[in-house]
């Protein structure tokens, strides 16, 4: 459609990214999908419709490369009214004693550099369309988790929300952080039991677009019922 508001989004190809794209695409929303893999981004651009999605591939961790993307976006659509930035990355066992240090560079590339890479591109057309930023956090930005620089870079990601919204206090453009409990994602090597399936959070990210104008919502924690004994 070509007068719908089009949302761009990060980590797209595969878990909550792909799921959040097909939930926008029921709710009328162009799609700029933004990952590594072109290959699983084409096929779920062929799964929405050519004229609805367009894929970018992306790596997040590299600045010029989001230049590109938002420029690709503006290229494709002509606007760009809501950002997810939601790729991200886990880490390594072993904790502050014994983690692979290279982990940690990559979890502080991709999860905050990531983030405001994203945040920095496309900004200035965000305030433009008076749209909104959606960012994905996690609970482990908000518990403390033994030994963990995957939570140490949740926390980081949650101080980014925080202060994006009050820099963009005024213009009309909202902020809303997502932060989900343990997602069965492509994260984990075997599924976990009792977590969360992507969609529940995309019903999330959709449910926090949909708002009207004067409805701001600025977190949405999301966990998985606790099992019954």
């Known amino acids: 459609m070509a007068d719908a508001k089009v949302l761009l989004i990060t980590g797209a190809s595969s878990g909550i990214g792909a799921a959040t794209a097909r939930a926008a695409s029921g709710e009328g929303w162009n799609l700029v999908l933004v990952a590594r893999s072109a290959d699983k981004l084409e096929a779920l ?127 009309g453009v909202r902020v809303t952080l997502i932060e989900p409990g343990m997602v069965d994602t492509p994260f984990f090597d075997a599924p976990p039991s009792d977590a969360l399936r992507p969609e529940d959070v995309a019903r999330s990210v959709v449910y926090a677009l949909s708002q009207p104008p004067h409805v701001d919502v600025h977190e949405l924690t999301i966990l998985p019922t606790a099992p019954v004994k």
């Not at 989001?66 to 990355?89: H, S, Y």
């Not at 940690?104 to 930023?133: C, F, P, S």
């Open 45 to 171: 651009v062929g799964e929405i419709g050519e004229d609805r999605a367009v894929a970018v591939a992306c790596d997040v961790t590299d600045y010029e490369d989001q230049r590109r993307m938002a420029k690709a976006a503006l290229e494709r659509f002509g606007r760009i009214d809501a950002v997810f930035a939601n790729a991200g990355t886990g880490g390594q066992p072993g904790g502050f004693s014994a983690a692979p240090p290279e982990s940690w560079r990559k979890m502080v590339d991709v999860n905050i550099l990531g983030v405001a890479y994203t945040l920095q591109v496309t900004l200035e057309h965000l305030k433009t369309a008076r749209g909104h930023v959606v960012i994905t956090g996690s609970v482990a930005g908000r518990r403390v988790l033994a030994g963990s620089m995957y939570a140490a870079t949740k926390w980081a990601v949650s101080a980014i929300g925080y202060g994006l919204r009050e820099e963009l206090r005024g213009t």
